[in-house]
């Protein structure tokens, strides 16, 4: 969605229509989940900093985050979606890929399917979503970022090639800042002179990443939407409003993440075998410790005083700890479930040729 969560509570609390507002915490550890439009004006976004964001905009309203009701709003998303297709693929809350290909409507438009498919998230959720259509994922992803919020936009084959060509370098998919610069020191600043390069030469210099990047400068992504992504960890995390050095508090801490994540372990059904803990010190130095079982942990009396024990052997003797982390994974293997059959299917076998991406968050600018 547009401002996914802001929006959900610009919604639900008409008094913050029109004012810029940030879900999350605005204490001194708080960090910013997403801002809303007016917000994004004084140049606040996700990720950062609240009191950053309170002095961007020192008229910011924080707003705690309500994630159960973001978790309805997506199932009512989600709802939405197959009732077109089964080749749903979510990358988060508010955000998924969809292959119309072919579709319970038997409509021969994606932009068609796009459009139907916008007015009924307003009609059911009152909320706006952009979408952007085109012939795989890396096109339609960036189609989705243009014209927000509310957005729609079409990227048709025969336009393919001059669009990729005049996209800058830092609109790619996976480039950030680092890179962005790196590419610029290569005088790489457009589609059109990441094309002249060769496969070997951007491998050379960017890793495997470099790879997707020479197809990408063609506009070619083989990527299939994906509805059967099976999990692969379950994590969870906070951050303390003041540095604790306190064994007992610690683990107390632990403890209570420990539980959310078992909770989540069970709704998605996920029972991994590896225990991982993470800590991040007050001189933000982050270690992880991660300890793997013979058998799943199903049993939160199983899990629990393995992760004790973990806790305990970490140093705790020098910098006091700023956040905590607890994650699982490493399951067995799962057939993932496929929905349109309503039986387990070891197959995803979909011709790729025209798919419709919705993006549904802009959290990150």
Known sequence: MDAFYASVEQRDNPDLKGKPIAVGYGEARGVVATASYEARKFGVHSAMPSLTAKKKCPGLIFIPPRFEVYHEVSSQLREIFLEYTDWVEPLSLDEAFLDVTVNHKNNPSASLIAREIQQKIFEKTGLTASAGVSINKFLAKIASDYKKPNGFFVIPPEEVETFVE??????????????????????????????????AELVNLFGKMG??????????????????????????????????????????????????????????????????????????????????????????????????????????????????????????????????LGEQSASNQRPPEFRTLFELDDNYN
């Not at 982050?286 to 939160?300: A, G, M």
């Open 211 to 340: 790879h997707s990047l020479y197809l990408n400068a063609r506009g070619i992504d083989n990527r299939e939407v994906e509805p059967n992504r099976i999990t692969k960890s379950i994590s969870t995390e906070t951050t303390f409003l003041q540095d604790k050095n306190n064994l007992n508090l610690l683990t107390l801490e632990l403890y209570h993440l420990a539980k959310e994540a078992f909770e989540r372990m069970k709704k998605e059904n996920f029972f991994g075998k590896t225990i991982t803990i993470k800590i991040k010190y007050a001189d933000f130095k982050t270690i992880t410790r991660s300890k793997t079982l013979t058998q799943p942990l199903n049993d939160f009396q199983q899990l629990w005083p393995v992760a004790r024990e973990m806790m305990k052997q970490i140093d705790l003797t020098g910098q006091p700890v700023r956040l905590v982390g607890f994650g699982v994974s490493n399951a067995p293997f799962q057939q993932p479930y496929d929905h349109s």
């Open 166 to 199: 005049n996209l800058k370098i830092e609109q790619f998919f996976g480039v950030g800042k680092v890179t962005t610069q790196k590419m610029h020191h290569h005088r790489i600043f457009t589609g059109y002179d990441l094309k002249q390069r060769s496969e």
